[in-house]
Antibody
């Protein structure tokens, strides 16, 4: 059974960089059939897509976040990562990693999510 | 404001059939496949419907999806108390070059 687990600091100061890693277990990240995605959910609000990446490094970014976001993949560790720079309070959210079928299909496996709070 | 429009709330009594709509445009729903997600309180979203109307293994056939033009719908028949959750639609938007989610619909089982 495929499992995804987010890890990273739960508290980040304003203007600093948020860094999260998603570790994939029970399957390989190196499949051409899937992309790997980050989604976030501010407290009490809806879901928002951040970015997605293939095992070979093809990327898609949310245009509204593109200037601050970097997504990367490490196939040797079966992990992919997210960096969001110059964070503000509005970046406070539960951050989820997920597997995306193809580049535009459904998100079929999700991590449990990790709350990241932006505060000094 | 979300690119995909969902009603903020919906409700029904046990056993009833409820439908949740998702309205978009030609650049998203009109030209791409849609998926639906169920988010129970304090849990991660779960894929409910993919490729417009396909159910992943383990999802009851009480849940069904459809798409017509620039709109899509999720139908839940034989409503149960455990169906009380938030439901989201999602698809790719070719104009924005971005995945987009609906704003979510909170389903209450009365």
């Amino acid at each position: 059974q495929l499992q995804l687990q987010e890890s990273g600091p739960g508290l980040v100061k304003p203007s600093e960089t948020l860094s999260l890693t998603c570790t994939v277990s029970g399957g390989s990240i190196s499949s051409s059939s899937y992309f790997w995605a980050w989604i976030r959910q501010p407290p009490g609000r809806g879901l928002g897509w951040i970015a997605s990446i293939s095992y070979s490094g093809s990327t898609y970014y949310n245009p509204s976040l593109k200037s601050r976001v970097a997504i990367s993949v490490d196939t040797s560790k079966n992990q992919f990562s997210l960096k969001l720079s110059s964070v503000i309070a509005a970046d406070t959210a539960v951050y989820y990693c997920a597997r995306l079928v193809g580049s535009h299909g459904g998100l079929d496996y999700w991590g449990q999510g990790t709350l990241v709070t932006v505060s000094s | 404001q979300s690119v995909l429009t969902q009603p903020p709330s919906a409700s029904g009594t046990p056993g009833q059939r409820v439908t949740i709509s998702c309205s978009g445009s030609s650049s998203n729903i009109g030209s791409n496949i849609i998926s639906w997600y169920q988010q129970l309180p304090r849990t991660a979203p779960k894929l409910l419907i993919y490729t417009n109307n396909q159910r992943p293994s383990g999802v009851p056939d009480r849940f069904s999806g459809s798409k017509s033009g620039t709109s899509a719908s999720l139908a839940i028949s034989g409503l149960q108390s455990e169906d009380e959750a938030d439901y989201y639609c999602a698809t790719w938007d070719g104009s924005l070059n971005s995945w987009v989610f609906g704003g979510g619909t909170k389903l209450t089982v009365l």
